[in-house]
DNA sequence: ATATATGATACTATTTTAGTATCATTTGTC
DNA sequence: GACAAATGATACTAAAATAGTATCATATAT
């Protein structure tokens, strides 16, 4: 099982890449090169990362892409959100519908705290605690 | 994204009502009705748990199932492995050779601790915990 | 002997993941 | 203005994982 897909993990590396830089501008066929990730996927990824406002893109020629927010700004969280969705440990926990006495259910509790703190471990981990240049 | 797939979900739920009953041998039959969980479906699942020594079987007439081992020694996290194999956040953290530079990449260093903190979390659930016969 | 149970395993359908391909649009440069 | 270089949008495909079903073999209580 695995929590982070390659989308995210790509998005990660590309986000912490691009905080090096903030001011470039650079375009998917560089980054593909210097981060050896198939170009057409990465593109599809530095896209849905410009339509969720995380990064800035400038299309036309001398265009690419750069961060729309300051790297501290940028939760893991949010990444995987973007592309995998609300982190959740388990269907009843999202939809609690189909659980059939969430309320009552230990593991449904127990899970929820476990997902709570998950969430925010994966808060307070951002673009720029991975390039090196925030917190540790 | 998902944690816990069905397979590890109704697993647990099964050892939870088979603790609550520790001396009983129970069918497949009359676990998924009390479950609500389709039989041959359910079935499997008892099956692999038996082969991995969690539940104990008895074939032929009065046969069925019943908890090979007390339920305060089995954990959440051994369920899951037997359904889903090891707990692993990211690829790189199961197979560091896909990983460029997991000695020096902050975000392996990272997920590697969140990683480990979820481990233990999930070894500090047991089933004995779920069905409230045992330690909160 | 037979009905009732699990053991083992092969099969199928659906969903998710991982990636490709392509046409449309924008924009800097000549 | 033409053109090349870039992203926007979106449809498509292949492989893997998930969620089941089906079936034949074997053991055992009555």
């Known amino acids: 099982m695995k929590l982070i897909t390659k989308d995210t993990d790509y998005a990660i590396r590309a ?3 691009l905080s090096l830089y903030p001011e470039r501008i650079v ?3 560089q980054l593909s090169r210097e981060l050896d990730i198939p170009q057409p996927f990465l593109r599809r990824i530095l ?3 410009s339509a969720a406002g995380v990064l800035r ?7 690419g892409f750069r ?3 300051l790297p501290d700004t940028i939760q893991l969280q949010e990444v995987i959100r973007i592309f995998q969705g609300p982190l959740t440990l388990m269907e009843c926990l999202k939809n ?3 659980c059939v006495n969430s ?4 593991l449904h509790r127990k899970m929820k705290e476990i997902q709570q703190d998950l969430r925010k471990k994966l808060d307070g981990i951002t673009v720029a605690s991975l390039s090196g240049k925030g917190a540790a």
Chains 1, 2 share one sequence.
Do not use: H, I, N
């Not at 309320?103 to 230990?106: E, F, R, V």
């Open 15 to 17: 986000l912490s890449y």
């Open 27 to 29: 375009t998917v066929a």
């Open 47 to 49: 896209q849905r990362l």
């Open 57 to 63: 893109s400038q299309k036309g020629k001398q265009g």
């Open 67 to 69: 961060l729309a927010r």
């Open 96 to 98: 609690p519908k189909t």
């Open 103 to 106: 309320s009552t259910c230990p």
